[in-house]
């Protein structure tokens, strides 16, 4: 790695980190880096007390702008994009290291502290950091006892602050020891690439219609005020809001009822009528909240209009996947409004009552608008890719699912196709509208990792029409029709366990898994590796003897977590879909492309008008990496003036 500068620093800004992410906080005027601490090649850790007038040594100051010394920290960005403005100049991500990301890939947990308590460090994190970091890093509030001041400042606490120093300097220790600890588990130089790349697209960030924001934040207060007014009114309750005074004034009309789940309001709104269904339909107006992306882009955006930061990479640990941060784009709703245009454009000049006129629901009409406030610049416009149905494909290439590969290197209609293969009914006989289609799209959607009836019911099977005694039938038909992925699931799982019970390597197909250091490895084609920490067989929640792991739960706290082997195969599965796209994405820079964010399978471009074409970049995601033969890829796109889904 030649010369490394181990870094961490302690800051002050006015903006909130967490809610409006670090470039955000970073471009606050009041931002400023109040603590440096270094450590060159594992040396003894020095700290510079720039808050109180020291300066950073020109020597370090040279390295931070040197290329060829690798400046590392644990979440790298945010000592970057500080130290960035910081010095002025913006800093490029291509000599930076990120330790974070290093315990990530072994799936380990994203914080310091957490990761340093897993790998049972001598040295940990300092328990007084948050208490510090409240006192000296944010605002505090005036009152008598502190002189009405807004900030606490070295010489207001002389103690605390040397005790600031002592954790500053600790973090870049603990830092040092889990890049020992994890010495024997480098990044590949592939994966940097990725980190370097992710890195620019977060650095570039997109541009968001401020004005739109602004409005569908207004339009949203007013229409919840005339809602809660007109609620009001009907009912003459104190708190129209409250669950239960509406429960109290439903019985009081006859109605008992247990929940007013937004699920219950809709079906009991198809048994009432009058003054019930009229309240009923307000209480779903009132609980739907529309503007919550609005809110984060607008405390979220910089001086240049743009959001940048949006995406966390390696964020989902488990598989590889990138996870959504502040306005989440992971999860934004879908449009449906067939003149969307038209509806932007009165959002955006505050014609609220015209909203009202045309639509049915003003708070959905803001719901299926939060994609179009992401614009491009000017002179440009969106290009968008998306991979066509890639974790079926995967699954298909890896379980060796032939009829599938077939389907997916010809017309691709895979919900069609699967139906015929279910029910033995020719294909041409399944129509978009058929009941058969219907059951090959749940089927696909829910059945592919192991799912069953419940999968079935939770993909809402019964809500399309299907019937409870049709469900587990369907399960086995399904099965029937593909039964190397229904072999696929076990052969994994077998895999798996004897490489844990007898630490050998094993493969599967395309799959190896092998045991090091305590941890077993699922060696993706891409020769990525899924990590499985501290494996073991125990007695799992069936009664049964199976495969556990330590790592990171639901809960979002580190435990023991049970696993098999379909479940190991959507992870396979999805972490391959995610390298397919990571690599991808790699052809489009190396293309000139510039790409301002990416949601699951698909990416965003920010091109000029009348250079490349949908087509062109369609092209480029399809193209077959050289460990993904027999892979049959294709992507579709669109064009767009602002962002939206096709």
């Known amino acids: ?84 403005r910081h010095f002025g100049t913006k800093l490029s991500p291509g000599s930076w290291h990120c330790s974070a990301v290093q315990a990530a890939m072994l799936a380990l947990p994203r914080s310091l502290e957490d990761v340093g308590a897993v790998l049972g460090l001598d040295k940990q994190k300092m328990k007084e950091g948050k208490e510090l970091i409240r006192y000296f890093c944010v605002p505090c509030k005036p009152t008598k006892a502190n002189g009405g001041r807004t900030r606490n400042l070295p010489y207001h606490a002389p103690e605390k602050w040397e005790l600031f120093k002592t954790y500053c300097k600790r973090d870049v220790d603990v830092e040092k020891a889990i890049r020992q600890k994890l010495n024997n588990f480098p990044i590949p130089e592939s994966e940097m690439e990725m980190y370097r790349l992710d890195q620019e697209i977060n650095d570039r960030g997109v541009l968001v219609d401020l004005e739109l924001v602004h409005q569908a934040i207004s339009c949203e207060s007013l229409h919840k005020e005339i809602v809660t007014k007109r609620a009001y009114e009907l009912t003459g309750l104190e708190n129209p809001n409250s669950v239960a005074q509406i429960k109290g004034w439903l019985t009081g009309r006859g109605m008992e009822i247990d929940s007013l789940s937004k699920k219950a309001v809709a079906d009991l709104i198809k048994e009432t009528d009058g003054e019930v269904e009229e309240l009923l339909k307000l209480r779903l107006l009132m609980a739907k909240t529309s503007v919550k992306k609005y809110e984060a882009m607008e405390r979220s955006v910089c001086k240049d209009g743009r959001v940048h930061g949006l995406l966390q990479f390696y964020g989902a640990n488990r598989t590889g996947r990138w996870a959504g941060r502040l306005v989440q784009v992971q999860n934004l709703p879908q449009n449906h409004i067939v003149d969307l245009e038209l509806a932007r454009n009165l959002v955006k000049q505050g014609r609220f009552e015209d909203v009202e006129l045309f639509y049915d629901s003003t708070p959905n009409v803001l719901s299926e608008l939060i994609r179009t406030a992401f614009i491009p610049k000017q002179g440009c416009r969106f290009l968008v890719a998306d991979f066509s149905a890639i974790e079926a494909r995967v699954l298909a290439w890896l379980s060796g699912e032939q009829w599938r590969l077939d389907v997916f290197a010809s017309h691709g209609k895979i919900y069609e196709a699967s139906a015929s293969a279910m029910f033995h009914v ?53 099965r029937n029709a593909n039964p190397h992925i229904t072999q696929f699931w076990w052969d994994v799982d077998v895999a798996a366990i004897k490489t844990v019970t007898e630490k050998r390597e094993t493969r599967v197909g395309r799959i190896t898994f092998f045991y090091q250091s305590g941890i077993l490895f699922a060696m993706l084609p891409s020769g990525r590796k899924l990590a499985y920490v501290k494996p073991r067989m125990a007695v799992n929640k069936f009664g049964r003897n199976g495969l556990t792991y330590e790592g990171i739960g639901e809960s979002g706290k580190w435990g023991r977590i049970e696993t098999y082997g379909p479940k190991l195969v959507e992870n396979i599965v999805q972490g391959t879909a995610r390298d397919l796209l990571a690599e991808a994405m790699l052809r489009l820079k190396k293309r000139g492309y510039q790409i301002v964010m990416h949601i699951h399978d698909e990416v965003v471009l920010e091109v000029p008008d009348g250079v490349s074409s949908v087509e062109e970049v369609c092209s480029i995601m399809a193209e077959q990496p050289d460990w993904a033969v027999g892979l049959p890829l294709r992507a579709d796109g669109y064009e767009c003036a602002f962002y939206k889904k096709d």
């Open 1 to 84: 790695m030649g010369r490394v500068l181990g870094i961490d620093i302690e800051t002050f800004s006015d903006v909130d980190l967490i809610k409006c992410g670090v470039y955000a906080y970073a471009d606050s005027p009041a931002f400023e880096v109040l603590l440096f601490a270094y450590s060159f090649d594992g040396e003894e850790t020095q700290i510079i007390d720039l808050a109180q007038g020291e300066t950073i040594p020109a020597e370090v100051e040279s390295a931070i702008f040197d290329d060829s010394i690798t400046k590392t920290a644990f979440n790298a960005n945010f000592e970057r994009t500080c130290l960035s």
């Open 426 to 478: 020719p294909i041409e006989e399944i129509t978009k509208g058929s009941p058969l289609r219907q059951k090959g799209k749940i089927s696909e959607l829910a059945l592919g990792y192991g799912g069953s009836v419940g999968a079935l019911t939770s993909m809402g099977a019964l809500n399309m029409g299907l019937a409870e005694e049709e469900l587990s039938p369907l399960v086995s038909t399904w």
